[in-house]
């Protein structure tokens, strides 16, 4: 998770809007989009002729001077095994001081190399004069980061949160089809990236969904393209991812409501949770709805409120107080445990 504004403001992204940051109109794009996260890439969508100076000229420049509201604002450097990884790290850490949150970390292979860019972090805000901290997401991408994911993920307390990088993990294995059935075909990897996340007390976010409708993209593919993303994010919810990576802001809309319950699941939710201490507990069948409760479900209520909270669609006072209830009973409050809650 993101802690901003001196730790008082928590942010689990839904949308994490990457782009590439050699064009200052893709940051300008980038900071009116309806995303909580936006990432400009040094890396993979910077064409070839602006590594370098060329493409950091412009991102320090565009980080320095756009308002991005209250969104989370990362960079990904070049990965740092590339001659360019150093440069684009010092341009940005030293060149915009305060001015964003969190590097997104490429290629990752082993907690080691988490703890080198977090020595390297130490060292640039020192020199650039940073008042706030740096915190990192690690892309898990390759078979050797997946198998590590969770050292990875603890391995610095600047980490925030791994991402599954689908279009390098599936060019590692050798996996031939990344667009579609991605749920058929790269299931284990996504939950072991949740679990690793979780367990680390991180948040995890989902790879990239490729087609995007374009100006010229024909009604019936568009639609088609529109239920290709839905049914991607919903079933990536479904396996606990928090949020998505997406590559055009026209994707924003349909993902963020992949990642956030809708007025009626908050009001069932809610319902639910206070019928059953109102009933006492134990397991008992939901006279208002027929479901069956029990303390776990009542957890999973709690999560699931949680994100209502992220949303704004209820007051952390409120979903205090019912986690506080359910602690007192089963000895720890979930929200804490998982960091759902600042
Ligand atoms: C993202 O970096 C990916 O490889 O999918
Ligand atoms: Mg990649």
Redesign the pocket.
């Known amino acids: 998770m993101f802690y901003l504004e001196k730790q008082n403001r928590m942010v689990i992204p839904r949308t994490e809007l990457t782009y590439p940051a050699h064009q200052m109109r893709f940051h300008e794009n980038a900071a009116k989009a309806p995303v909580d996260h936006v990432m400009a890439d040094f890396e ?1 969508a910077c064409p070839y002729e602006y590594k370098g100076e060329a493409s950091r000229r412009v991102a320090v420049e565009a980080l320095n001077t756009i308002d991005f509201g209250d969104k989370v604002v990362t960079v990904r450097p070049n990965n740092i095994r590339s001659p360019y990884f150093l440069g684009d790290l010092q341009a940005v850490m030293v060149g915009a001081p305060d001015r964003f949150h969190g590097i997104v970390l ?1 290629k990752v292979y082993s907690p080691e190399d988490i703890v080198y860019v977090s020595s390297l972090l130490d060292a640039l805000e020192k020199e650039g004069g940073w008042t706030t901290r740096v915190q990192i997401e690690a ?1 898990i ?1 390759t078979p050797q980061a997946l198998v590590r994911a969770y050292e990875i993920a603890t391995a610095s307390d600047r980490m925030a949160g791994l991402i599954f ?5 599936a060019a590692s294995i050798g996996a031939k089809e990344y667009v579609e059935d991605q749920h058929k075909y790269f299931l284990y990897p996504k939950q072991a990236v949740v679990v690793a996340a979780k367990a680390a007390g991180l948040h995890a976010i989902d ?2 969904y490729f087609r995007i409708v374009r100006r010229d993209t024909p009604p019936e593919e568009a639609r088609e393209i529109e239920e290709g993303l839905r049914r991607k994010n919903m079933e990536a919810a479904n396996l606990g991812m928090d949020g998505s990576w997406i590559i055009h802001p026209s994707q924003a809309q349909i993902v963020n409501e992949c990642y956030t319950p809708s007025d009626e699941e908050v009001e069932r939710a809610r319902r639910a949770i206070e019928a059953y201490y109102k009933a006492g507990g134990g397991s008992i069948i939901n006279p208002e709805t027929g479901e069956f409760e029990d303390d776990a479900t009542v957890k999973a209520k709690l999560m699931l409120l949680a994100k209502a909270v992220q949303a704004g669609k209820l007051t952390k006072d409120y979903l205090d107080e019912l986690a506080r209830r359910s602690a007192e009973i089963t000895g720890y409050n979930i929200l804490k445990v998982m960091r759902r809650m600042g």
Not at 165 to 169: L, Q, R
Request: proline share 9%.
């Open positions: 993979d490429p892309l991408e990088g689908i279009a390098d993990f790879c990239v």
